[in-house]
């Protein structure tokens, strides 16, 4: 075993490039920003690449399977002799393939944003909370602890939050950003209590103890959790429910999604590292984690399948219909997360069982890097046009022909044409599902060719429909550091999916033969190339045939249109039932009782006080009389009272 | 010899008592006033002496007392004084009416 301690450096780096540029960014660093945060992020890129090498090439290996090795780890907490919280980091196939990734699709965006936010009058500050995101975001995939887990989850949120109302003079930032956290919190609370449960039961909060402990049928730990229930439910089918909601909180999953498409309003950048590549996949990457206890309890299993394929089917329908190029890709995001959690959820435990779990993982690695392809490019774009709105572009693919390349390699990626990543990833997710579960499978078939529609919708409108208006070419496609990251993107996005993960990333860990079905991908891709030549069809010149079709739909189009009303709902459920029943009520009773007791005692001592402090005259003589009164008093009481 | 009963001792002791709180509250001159309290402190002495004297005449405990009082009323006199004279300094007076601004 080689020494793995400079993974230390890994998450410690950007944040070393959090503090520079937080404290003194905007006095000493206000141009050299970009650099420094870049460069501290390449550092960490090119150490989370050679621990992945030395990890799964060198030494990871023990007896054929990958092991998971602890490093710098320490007891912070200390509870009780047994339960206690630790810090430290933990290596293991997953944590390693994220570090890879969050590092890599962070030090893209670190790039690309040199050239995009230059001129902004707070580029360090922007700088400052990238190297804070990531540093959460690495310190979160390589805790040791579930606790541990938790305080860089919330980390996360926050830097999401601060990077979400970056435009803070701008009303709708500020309140997408305020929506994220307020609707991710509230998933966090159920996610602390799903911690508090397993912990009690499992008796600590390591992973790999509590894996141990509540994996085993005759721990006495198991036979607790799986003994007690509430309402019906085995407590292990809770804990893992509520550890699961806060998981789909920040995965945006269905119905707490409603946060990432007003997330939006961040700088594309943020979009392409935050809200596409990785902190979403948080949800997926911390159920991946607790994977051998989700693989002990068939419930839950079948929550995170059907909260999946939901969240997919929706959000692609919702897709289709969006104008706002960003927000075409948030519910994109989504509905890939979603194929990730379903994936999961279908998925079983060891051997080839374990399909689902790779194929899951394998989506998660190549989904962040043509996802982060797609919201950069979106970004230039924007940047170009000046305008989030695909009715404001179109015709774009002469103007620039790099971002045009890469939108079209990453479009092909999604919608899972071989020989691009996404086509791997995607056909283990579908063979997976066809092997364990026959309704999940149609759906997703379904929702990969509506995947195929919106993307081609998307990318049709933007670089073909009508012709450039010219007056818009005043500058050209962007500055060499925002073409780089494309470039180097689209070649990650073409190339991703040729890396062997089943013989990398297993449930157990043990490496599996790979063997790919030509047959099986036939339908998947033949769908997705007819979806393919449908929005070429519709949208590759400007015609009215797509205006006839969404109102030959009619209602679903509007009530797509309208996000199946779902913001709707959660308004409705705020103001007007939990404001007018619980809130207003808890505001009569503060304002009237709990005020008023405080304010009928100070009124009370006021009037006493002013009623005595007559008393107080500033005469000595005064004072000893009251002296002697008192000495008089006592005098009597001692005399006659005292018995 | 004819002792002097007890009783006039004491009668002669609550006189004093009294004449020094009369005067401790009827006059206005600080040093008066201290020359009050001198004479309540003395109208102690009597008693403690006196009961010395007839409760328990082998022992020095009363007379103990007395001196101890006698003691701290020379302390007491000193700072009285020292503080009359400040507020004559601040005053121009040494009325104690005229010092009443530590009041509410």
Known sequence: ?643 | METVPLTHILFVSTALFCIGMYGLFTRRNLITMLMAIELILNSVNINFVAFNKYLYPYKLDGIFFVIFIITIAAAEAAVAIAIIINQYRTHQSIDVEDATELKF
């Open chain 1, 1 to 643: 075993m080689s020494n793995y301690s400079y993974i230390a450096l890994i998450p410690l780096l950007p944040l070393a490039s959090f503090i520079l540029l937080g404290l003194w960014g905007r006095k000493y660093f206000k141009t050299s920003a970009g650099i420094i945060g870049t460069a501290s992020l390449l550092a960490s890129t090119l150490l989370s690449l050679y621990a992945a090498y030395s990890y799964f090439f060198v030494d990871g290996k023990i007896n054929g399977a990958y092991g998971k090795v602890e490093v710098l780890k320490y007891t912070w907490l200390q509870f009780s002799p047994g339960l206690s919280i630790d810090m430290g980091f933990l290596l293991d196939p997953i944590s390693i393939m994220m570090i890879v990734v969050v590092s890599f699709v962070s030090l893209m965006v670190h790039l690309f944003s040199i050239g995009y936010m230059k001129g902004e009058e707070r580029f360090a500050t922007y700088y400052s909370f990238l190297g804070l995101f990531t540093f959460s975001m690495l310190g979160l995939v390589l805790s040791t602890n579930i606790f541990q887990i938790y305080i860089f989850w919330e980390l996360v949120g926050v830097s999401s939050y601060l990077l979400i109302g970056f435009y803070y003079d701008r009303p709708s930032a500020v309140a997408a950003a305020k929506k994220a956290f307020i609707v991710t919190r509230f998933a966090d609370f159920g996610f602390l209590i799903g911690i508090l449960i397993l912990g009690f039961y499992g008796g600590t909060l390591d992973f790999g103890t509590l894996l141990q402990r509540l994996t085993s049928i005759q721990s006495s730990e198991f036979i607790s959790i799986t003994r007690a229930s509430f309402l019906g439910v085995s407590m292990l089918t809770w804990g893992l429910l509520l550890v699961f909601m806060g998981g789909a909180g920040k995965s945006a999953l269905f119905p707490l999604h409603i946060w990432l498409p007003d997330a939006m309003e961040g700088p594309t950048p943020v979009s392409a590292l935050i809200h596409a590549a990785t902190m979403v996949v948080a949800g997926v990457y911390l159920v991946a984690r607790l994977f051998p206890l989700f693989a002990m309890d068939d419930a839950a299993l079948q929550v995170v399948a059907y909260a999946g394929i939901l969240s997919a089917l929706l959000a692609a329908i919702i897709a289709c219909t969006q104008t706002d190029i960003k927000r075409v890709l948030a519910y994109s995001t989504m509905s890939q997360i979603g194929f990730m959690m379903f994936a999961l959820g279908v998925s079983g435990y060891g051997e080839s069982k374990g399909l689902g779990y790779t194929a899951s993982m394998f989506h998660l690695f190549t989904h962040a890097f043509f996802k982060s392809l797609l919201f950069l490019c979106a970004g230039s774009i924007i940047h170009l046009v000046h305008s989030n709105d695909m009715k404001n572009m179109g015709g774009l693919r002469k103007l620039m022909p790099v971002t045009h390349f890469g939108f079209l390699i990453a479009c092909l990626a999604i919608s899972g044409i071989p020989p691009f990543a996404g086509f791997f990833s995607k056909e283990g997710i579908l063979m997976a599902t066809y092997e364990s579960n026959k309704f999940i499978f149609f759906i997703a078939l379904f929702t990969s060719a509506l995947t195929a529609f919106y993307m081609f919708r998307l990318y049709f409108s933007i670089f073909w429909n009508k012709e450039a208006s010219t007056e818009k070419t005043h500058h050209g496609e962007g500055s060499l550091s925002m073409k780089v990251p494309l470039i180097i993107l689209t070649a990650c996005s073409i190339l991703a999916g040729f890396v062997p993960f089943s013989k990398l990333i297993t449930t157990d860990g043990i490496p599996l033969e790979e063997h790919m079905n030509l047959l099986f991908s036939i339908a998947p891709v033949g769908l997705a190339l007819l979806a393919i030549l449908l929005a070429a069809n519709l949208y590759k010149k400007a015609n009215t045939r797509p205006q006839k079709l969404s109102q030959s739909l009619g209602t679903l189009y509007i009530a797509a249109k309208r996000k199946f009303y779902i913001d709707e709902v959660y308004l409705f459920i705020t103001q007007k039932v939990v404001f007018n029943l619980i809130g207003r009520p808890a505001a009569w009773i503060d304002r009237n009782i709990i005020d008023g007791s405080v304010n009928l005692l100070a009124t009370v001592t006021g009037k006493t006080s002013q009623g005595i402090k007559g008393l107080q005259s500033g005469s000595v003589q005064n004072y000893a009389l009251y002296f002697f009164s008192g000495i008089a008093a006592l005098a009597v009481i001692f005399i006659y009272l005292w018995k």
